[in-house]
């Protein structure tokens, strides 16, 4: 095999067992690597309905093609598993050298089952693997484990690790990399600390075979030209994504307040411009030219890194207007490992019940002191801060009284940084999304915007789904990232190009969309499965409060979503999936895509619709949320 090294490396941590096990050309041609490898794998491997913080549980790292031959922002990978947060699909991609050095060191994914007795730290070199004794390291920060790591093995090793956030099971919990670089939002980090892994410290100097590496080297020179040459290339690198503060809060979109007010009257003071006024540095993912890490010293003198999400979530979201003690609040969410969106979303739903009266902490918008003991609260799961923990789909059934109208989740996993009061079409993104409420699918808020915000045209369906195949199919499973594409318009057939060098093998757009397809389709079969009984389109529907409170401020307000019209637009979406009225793929459409043995075994969990039904005056049958 050319361009894929052909191999996984098995980490059973129970026996303290390390397994290189070659897979067949056909699942790198039908699933391309990353989020395909991982949701193959989870399919064929993970028995229904185990426990995600169970021994049995896998946690894969799984790389693409592409990864680790110097292309433009192709140091990534892709950290996934079965969800503790959702008890669904979860991943999350991450820029580390660590995706660099597990190709070099010949594997294309990292399989690790089982749990270790004590905790352990696994390391990999080349076709070796320890397991060292981590008593010394179980309890540090995320920062100050990279650094003993480093001096220990070497300053360019690739390390994924878990602050303790992570050890103590916070079900948010992501899993961390050079400090900024973190993911796996729906409780990855929660799953390493379940197997008692610390991290896993990788160093590979082999070489990756490539069809033709001459014509490899010309594609990758030309494509960091062709970068350096987009007219929007200096600004990015000025402030990365962090301008996205104030088009949202020109546009209504910015989470203010638990989501109630869409703008914040301190929207320019935690913006690109006042951050660029902080800046002392840029940082990035590995092989990157664009790099849009903004590090600020904080309001402790301590460095951070700041992108919009973080900076929303843990700024407007929970009322603080102050850009220094947000990167304060953010560098906590990395040191302990958690992920930054959800935890700004819990600390959000926090502030309001308090505000309300519900719980028994009193902790106020944009208060530091009681927010930053909050943070460790949660951390070590002490006092409120163990029901927050959980997240916040269980914290709103623990504190009851109508307040899960205001948990901003889907499918458990917290929303992120885009208010959709008027945004009907990001509102589909989140509820339709690969893991739950993430963005990383499907961005679609500025398009919808230019569309024409107020409708819920069917071709407002046909763009989430374009989107969704590039984004969350395509970008995932090369584990590249997607900002060349999405921001500053690197056009997709470089990518063609970059697949036909380094493997040989010509992939059309047409035959990229059909791989994207059954990823996002077996990813879908997965939740079914693992709902079972349980699964109903309701899963598929956003925040209530988006439907049933208006928005309190700025221009748009007294706006809300209408959920008669998002009902008609999902089984629209349904439609065009080739999935059923419950959201369910059909027979028609798994055989369609090759997944012949998928639809056999996913139809002894729930009974499969053979085709589609039309949709005439069906769209409102089996809704019972109406
Ligand atoms: S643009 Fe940002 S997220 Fe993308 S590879 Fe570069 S540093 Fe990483």
């Known amino acids: ?65 592409l990864t680790a031959i110097g292309l433009p922002n192709s140091g990534k990978l892709v950290v996934a598993s079965k969800s ?31 749990k ?76 390493m600390g379940s197997k008692n892994l610390k991290a896993i410290v990788i160093e590979g100097t082999g070489k990756i075979l490539l069809s033709d590496p001459d014509e490899m080297q010309k594609l990758a020179s030309g494509g960091y030209r062709e970068l350096l040459a987009k007219p929007l290339y200096q600004f ?11 088009w949202s809060q020109e546009n209504s979109a910015l989470p203010t307040f638990n989501y109630r007010q869409a703008v914040f009257d301190k929207a320019e003071e935690i913006g690109g411009f006042s951050m660029e006024k902080m800046k002392v540095s840029n940082r990035g993912c590995p092989q ?27 700024g407007s979201n929970i009322g603080f207007g102050d850009l220094a003690q947000i990167a304060t609040l953010n560098r906590m969410a990395d040191e302990f490992g958690f992920d930054a969106i959800s935890l700004g979303n819990v600390l959000g739903f926090a502030m309001e ?54 948990a901003m989740h889907v499918k458990g996993l917290e929303v992120s940084a885009y208010d959709c009061h008027a945004a ?3 509102a589909l993104a989140y509820g339709t999304s690969s893991i739950g409420a993430h963005h990383k699918d499907a961005w679609v808020i500025s398009w919808e915007i230019k569309a024409g915000r107020e409708s819920y045209d069917p071709i407002k369906v046909d763009h989430l789904i374009e989107t969704q195949l590039t984004r969350g199919g395509l970008f995932e499973a090369l584990t590249v990232c997607r900002f060349p594409y999405n921001s500053l318009g690197f056009e ?99 055989l369609r895509l090759g997944l012949v043995q998928e639809a056999k075994e996913l139809e002894a969990y729930v009974k499969l619709e053979k085709e589609n039904e039309p949709l005439v005056n069906k769209t409102l049958q089996n809704t019972p949320f109406l």
């Open 353 to 406: 019940a308090s505000e309300k009266g519900l719980i028994p902490v009193k902790v106020g918008w944009g208060q530091f002191e009681e927010t930053k003991a909050l943070i460790k609260d949660i951390a070590y799961r002490r006092d409120f801060g163990a029901v927050l923990a959980e997240g916040v789909q269980a914290a709103s059934k623990a504190v009851g009284q109508g307040s899960s109208d205001w």
């Open 424 to 426: 009907p079409s990001m």
């Open 116 to 191: 270790a007795e004590k905790p352990v730290i696994v390391h990999i070199k080349d076709k070796t693997c320890e397991f060292v004794d981590a008593k010394d390291f179980w309890g540090l920060s995320a920062f100050e484990l990279e650094e003993q790591l480093r001096k220990q093995f070497s300053r360019t090793v690739g390390i994924l690790s878990i602050g303790p956030a992570g050890e103590n099971q916070v079900k948010f919990a992501n899993v961390v990399s050079q400090e900024g670089r973190a993911g796996g939002r729906p409780g990855m980090g929660a799953v």
């Open 288 to 314: 990157c030219n664009m790099t849009c890490g903004n590090v600020v010293k904080d309001s402790e003198g301590k460095d951070s890194e700041l992108d919009y999400e973080n900076v929303v979530m843990l």
């Open 1 to 65: 095999m050319l361009g894929w090294t052909g191999n996984f490396l098995k980490i059973n941590l129970s026996k303290s067992q390390a397994v290189t096990e070659e897979y067949k050309q056909d699942l790198a041609l039908s699933f391309l690597g990353g989020r395909g490898f991982a949701i193959k794998i989870l399919w064929d491997t993970l028995k229904q309905r185990t426990d995600p913080l169970s021994p049995e549980n896998k946690l894969i790292f799984a790389t693409g093609p």
């Open 492 to 590: 997709l057939e470089w990518y063609q190009k970059y697949l036909k060098a380094a493997t040989g093998v010509e992939f059309s757009l047409q035959k990229l969309n059909e791989i994207s397809n059954r990823i996002l389709n077996l990813i879908r079969a997965f939740w079914v499965r693992e709902y079972k009984e349980k699964w109903s389109r309701e899963l598929d529907v956003p925040p209530l409060r988006w439907f049933k409170e208006p928005l309190t401020q700025g221009a748009l307000k007294g706006t809300t979503l209408d959920l008669e019209k998002y009902n008609e637009m999902l089984s629209t979406y349904y439609q065009k999936r080739g999935w059923d009225l419950r959201g369910v793929p059909t027979q028609s459409t798994l």
């Open 84 to 114: 503790p947060l959702t008890g669904g699909y979860g991943d999350g991609n991450i820029g580390s050298l660590a995706a660099v050095h597990m190709r070099r060191a010949g594997y294309d994914a990292l399989i690790v089952e089982g």
């Open 236 to 246: 990015w690198k000025r402030q990365g994504t962090m301008s996205t503060v104030e």
